[in-house]
């Protein structure tokens, strides 16, 4: 599902490194959840229109597990806007682009 250009893929390996620095928004999702599959291109619209500002990533719960579990995500989709490494702010279930948008906004 997080195959765009603009979307880093996420994983346990990689997560730490990519919002050690800056302003991170990550997606907490996986293929089989309907939700999830709404906001992916609102999502992207954000990877797009943030680009410079913001890293949007997307990482899939049932293939990396641990990060998940460190940052008690319970539901998906689940984001989290995360700035130099620490959890900023999230949002679980669907929400409209304006809210994440406006939590980015609040981070940078």
């Not at 990877?47 to 913001?54: I, N, P, R, S």
């Not at 998906?76 to 806007?81: E, G, K, L, N, R």
Request: charged fraction near 25%; include cysteine.
């Amino acid at each position: 599902m997080a195959d765009s250009n603009h979307i880093k893929t996420l994983d346990d390996e990689n997560f730490q490194d990519t919002i050690s620095q800056g302003v991170t928004l990550v997606d907490f999702y996986a293929d089989w959840c309907g939700p999830c599959r709404m906001i992916a291109p609102l999502i992207e619209e954000i990877a797009v229109e943030m680009q410079g500002k913001a890293t949007v990533g997307k990482l899939d719960i049932e293939s990396s597990q641990a990060t998940p579990a460190k940052y008690e995500v319970h539901s998906i989709p689940t984001i989290i806007i995360f700035k130099d490494g620490q959890e900023f702010k999230r949002l679980v279930g669907v929400h409209a682009k304006e809210d994440f948008v406006s939590m980015i906004n609040e981070a940078v």
